[in-house]
């Protein structure tokens, strides 16, 4: 498991995990669809869209894909690894297909938009091939798999961001939900595919991201994440916009980052507001200074590194260099001191000597990172990098980089839980412990796990309660409820 590694949940550590929908009676359904969601939170969310598009066409979700009429797998292209776990998933649906010819397959997402008619053409591995923004052309590709047509939209395009579809909530706690504000990227990090395979940024109409936070609110959501690839480059201008960018704008019609964060953090001081991702060039003090005003807006920032020397930044062009970013991280600490801090590294970058890693390794000592999701490079085709660079670190080196970087963000993490000892933290109960049911588990602002004993208190899931912390292990405290 070295290919992917992070000290707490992640997107990576989700591959494989599916869905058991909480929403459809399949009942009351024609037809019954299981969904499979592989990468990011971003595909977390766009299949929640697919769910909703699906419902109002007649299917109802199934969490056992032996029963199902329609299989989808919303897929990653990010590395090779999440290529090849979709590839033996879909060999087994496969098998399952022989004994159930009428079974639809279809594979969305992103490895979808990335080989396209190439599935179809493979051993007919699937019957569907849905790119990220023709989810609304589900219905007629159904319809067209379904007579033994080629279907397959894998168009990209610049407006679609599916503000109006209300999105249904999957594998939900009922607790905390992702909320999607903007689509596509326009960086280009020279090892990424996704500008490719998600096209170009658009933002999401402001009123329907408020709207649907605050109907989660409504609905007894606690928590939402404000998701996009780079959510500091939202930017929306609409007539509708007026009156958006807070008090004394009501001529504004320009919706930045910052105001947006207000606006879903004004809805209600019991809601918590998270968001995911920050490009460390791109992230504004007007950012950092609306999270300091609000308390509801979490403590907490995933700033992803990738490289801690300005070398190899160059090459990964992330237009920023060490000093740079570090210079970001005293900012964010001068104006959020008690704010969570994680980040993504990629070890083995083309040409990356010993020297570029250790300029790594003294990165991650200098940010103290609560946590980090580590990867070794792995070549995609059709990047900058793999037209541009030699991949010339042999595989062996990549992985020891990567241990290295690992031991050190574990040490890191036990460090920073351990200072947390004897604090009192405000958490957020999303659910049982996993080790025991007699355990609550919950996160508190800075984006840690917290668990404490239910004995003695009557709480239940969506509760706030304050908890002190008496242990650790490096991924999560360990405490008990003060209570109230
Ligand atoms: N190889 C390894 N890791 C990658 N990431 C993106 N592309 C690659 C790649 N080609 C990592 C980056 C990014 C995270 C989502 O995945 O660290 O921030
Ligand atoms: Fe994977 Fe990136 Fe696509 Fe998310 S956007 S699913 S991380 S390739």
Redesign the pocket.
Known sequence: MLESLGTSSHDEERQGESYAPLVADSQNYRKKFYIESYG?AMNFSDSEIVASILNDNGFGATANYEEADLVLLNTCS??EKAEQTVRSRLHIFRQVKRSRPGMLIGVLGCMAERLKEKFLQEERLVDMVVGPDAYRALPVLIGEAETGQKAVNVLLSREETYADISPVRLDSNGVAAFVSIMRGCNNMCS??VVPFTRGRERSRDAISIVRECQDLFDSGYKEVTLLGQNVDSYYWIGEEAAGMAGPGSATDTVVTFAALLEKVALIDPSLRVRFSTSHPKDITDEVLHTMARHENICRYIHL?V?SGSTRILQLMNRTYTREWYLAKIDRIRAILPDCGLST???TGFCSETEEDHQDTLSLLEYARYDMS?M??????PGTLAARRYKDDIPEETKKRRLDEVVKLQKKLSLVNNCADIGKIFEVLIDGDSKRSAEDWKGRNSQNKVVVFPKAGGSYQKGDYVRVKVEDCTGGTLIGTALLS
């Open positions: 990011c990010i590395r090892f990424c992803p990738q993504d590294i990629i999701y990867f070794f490079y792995s070549e995609r």
